[in-house]
């Protein structure tokens, strides 16, 4: 009995969570938290020299403060822009005729005698099959996030991730992102375009009563989902 009660029980919460949009993405939100680097005492190099290199700044100029390390800030241009159209049509006929020419006696096997011959048979058959379908997708974003370098791999590439979270009225906005992404594609500015992230994920998803009010209930879903009509 105790089982079935605890079964029981963990079904019905997980269907409560399931339900419960802003709990779900909250919990995605964990996965996204920032990497901090340690915190540690700048070296110091000496009084200056006047030089163009600065071997402390990684670069060649000391105002070059691109990321490039595990916990460096990346600000990502998000200018994606998708449109796919796709039409087809179908058509198919097909006619069949024929004709059976018959004797013109008939053996009667009831009278054991030949009936008069009668007009030739013909049949035929006519099939004939059309159809058409079409699709057109499209959609735009626009904007920019700032995201962290999670990863460093040994031919420079970085594996950056960030999510920004907007609070408001009664819900919640999340746009999320994830990829890879070269230094060589990094503006002086520290700045990157999102179609240059390899294997990039973004997401933006709504939760709280607004996004809940647009979704169908977890009972519906099910019995559409077992439903065989």
């Given at each position: 009995m105790y089982d079935r009660f605890l079964v029981f029980?963990?079904?019905?919460?997980?269907?409560?969570?399931?339900?419960?949009?802003?709990?779900?993405?909250?919990?995605?939100?964990?996965?996204?938290?920032?990497?901090?680097?340690?915190?540690?005492?700048p070296e110091d190099h000496?009084?200056?020299t006047g030089a163009i290199y600065v071997a402390s700044k990684g670069g060649l100029f000391a105002t070059d403060r691109r990321a490039r390390e595990v916990g460096d800030i990346?600000?990502?241009?998000?200018?994606?822009?998708?449109?796919?159209?796709?039409?087809?049509?179908?058509?198919?006929?097909?006619?069949?005729?024929?004709?059976?020419?018959?004797?013109?006696?008939?053996p009667n096997i009831f009278t054991g005698g030949f009936d008069k011959g009668t007009d030739p048979l013909k049949a035929g058959t006519s099939r004939s099959f059309s159809g058409s379908g079409s699709a057109a997708q499209s959609n735009s974003l626009t904007g920019f996030l700032t995201v962290t370098v999670t990863r460093v791999f040994e031919n420079g590439n970085m594996e950056i991730a960030g999510q920004k979270k907007l609070r408001l009225n009664n819900g919640d906005e999340y746009v999320r992102l994830t990829g890879l992404v070269r230094p060589e594609d990094i503006s002086a500015t520290n700045l990157i375009v999102s179609n240059r992230i390899a294997d990039a994920e973004i997401t933006y998803v709504g939760a709280g009563e607004v996004a809940d009010s647009s979704r169908q209930g977890w009972l519906s879903r099910t019995m559409r989902a077992i439903s065989p009509f």
């Open positions: 029980f963990i079904l019905a919460l997980g269907l409560l969570l399931s339900g419960c949009s802003t709990y779900v993405e909250n919990q995605a939100s964990y996965a996204f938290d920032p990497i901090y680097p340690e915190a540690h005492m000496g009084a200056p990346l600000t990502v241009s998000l200018s994606e822009t998708f449109a796919a159209t796709k039409s087809q049509t179908a058509a198919s006929a097909k006619t069949d005729a024929f004709d059976v020419d018959l004797p013109v006696g008939i």
